[in-house]
């Protein structure tokens, strides 16, 4: 999972070391995390409201791109100054703060492996027709043979690169099929009739919470790019994954809009699919297989690789084994489901917990930043630290409002 990251260059009497820029280690990352937020989540969350607030979405969607890119450039600058995981710096700040930040990452990657898991059998249903427990199966045995392969993190990073470009050009042209009114889209992204704060929140959450924007990150650190060095590549892969992330929620959004603008109605029971099928008819259908297959199994791949990636650091066992340890997280997923079925109430819990995870991974990050223990004589940028701030504020909000409001009603 190594690549050097430096490279010797001679001039006259003088040798001047330079970082390498190693682009498929930096795509790799940014494709890990951001097919690891394109999961089934993704795709309904993008389609409910896009039909709900028409073209007006987005603007929810330019404004949660700019949220996505603060938080996200904080998050990893820190880890690859520091050169440590998320949880380790949040120890050095506070200690202990580190293991709750992993405990929750953990709760909140496991819970939504299985919701990931059923959308790969989903996926396999739509595409071959076989039974939703056998395609979770098969697609749970494709990501563990990923980790027991020799070069496992070239294989995540080739993976994540190929299924992410796919899910792109496919819904590219389901958004084609639909017709959108693209003039349109433009004009009330920029000027929009209605504004949704619940929908700008729900997408952050959805794009950088939890798991998903260490993801990226870590992959990183792991390869050896790191230390200050390091952070312009650092932070081209951290835009990119979120640029690559808002590519594909911009053209889901111009294929829900055109279906919207049509006048046909989409299914509640699965509105991504149903967007598929009005905009391109059957061909639409098996596409919306192909894209829900590849979004569920790319996060299933990036949430068992995080989620033990917080593990670590904690115990020798842990880094010794992360493999196995790794591949045991998806089979234990892909057992609860094929054994219990998608628990619906405790995805929905354990996802208003997941909203609190990015304040709580966040605010440390901000801190260490401007601690020299922990990243020596770095000089954060004091307009990125005040935008993930303001970025981590907001979330904290929201997610307390949801943890004490929405899921009470939820349980009553």
């Not at 394109?38 to 949660?64: D, E, H, K, N, R």
């Amino acid at each position: 999972m190594m690549e050097p990251t430096n490279e010797a260059v001679m001039d006259n009497s003088l040798v001047i070391t330079r970082p390498k820029i190693s682009w498929s280690i930096l795509l790799g990352a940014a494709f890990l995390m951001a097919t690891s937020a394109i999961g089934p989540g993704f795709l309904t969350q993008t389609t409910v409201f896009t039909a709900q607030l028409g073209a007006s979405f987005g603007f929810a969607i330019l404004i949660s791109i700019l949220l996505d890119i603060g938080a996200q450039l904080n998050i990893w600058r820190v880890i690859a100054v520091s050169e440590k995981r998320g949880q380790d710096v949040a120890n050095l700040v506070l200690p202990g703060l580190g293991t709750v930040v992993a405990i929750f990452i953990l709760m909140g990657g496991l819970a939504f492996n299985i919701g990931n898991v059923a959308g790969a059998g989903l996926g396999l249903n739509v595409m071959l027709g076989i039974d939703p427990v056998t395609g979770a199966i098969i697609s749970a045995a494709i990501a563990v043979g990923i980790f027991l392969s020799k070069e496992a993190g070239m294989a995540m990073d080739r993976f994540a690169q190929i299924a992410g470009v796919v899910m792109v050009v496919l819904t590219c042209y389901v958004a084609f099929s639909a017709g959108a009114p693209v003039g349109e889209a433009v004009q009330k992204t920029f000027m929009p009739e209605q504004i949704d704060t619940m929908a700008i929140i729900t997408l952050v959450g959805g794009t950088v919470g939890g798991y998903i924007t260490f993801a990226g990150g870590h992959r990183l650190l792991d390869a050896g790019i790191s230390g200050q060095k390091a952070l312009g590549q650092v932070t081209r892969s951290a835009v990119s994954g979120i640029l690559i992330t808002s590519v594909m929620r911009v053209v889901l959004f111009l294929a829900v809009l055109g279906v919207v603008y049509k006048g046909l109605t989409i299914d509640a029971a699965n509105p991504p699919a149903s967007v598929f099928q009005l905009a391109a008819g059957n061909v639409g259908y098996k596409i919306f297989g192909i894209v829900m297959w590849g979004a569920a199994l790319t996060s299933v791949i990036g949430a068992a690789y995080t989620s033990v990636s917080f593990m670590r650091s904690f115990s020798p066992f842990i880094e010794r084994n992360q493999k196995w340890i790794i591949i045991g997280f998806i089979i234990f997923s892909t057992l609860v489901f094929a054994l219990v079925g998608k628990p619906v109430k405790i995805l929905v819990l354990v996802g208003a917990v997941n909203g609190l995870i990015l304040p709580l991974a966040l605010i440390p990050m901000l801190i260490a930043a401007y601690k020299k223990s922990i990243v020596g004589d770095y000089k954060h940028p004091v307009w990125m630290a005040v935008f993930g701030g303001f970025v981590a504020l907001l979330m904290s909000g929201m997610g307390i409002y949801t943890l004490f409001i929405s899921i009470p009603k939820l349980f009553a």
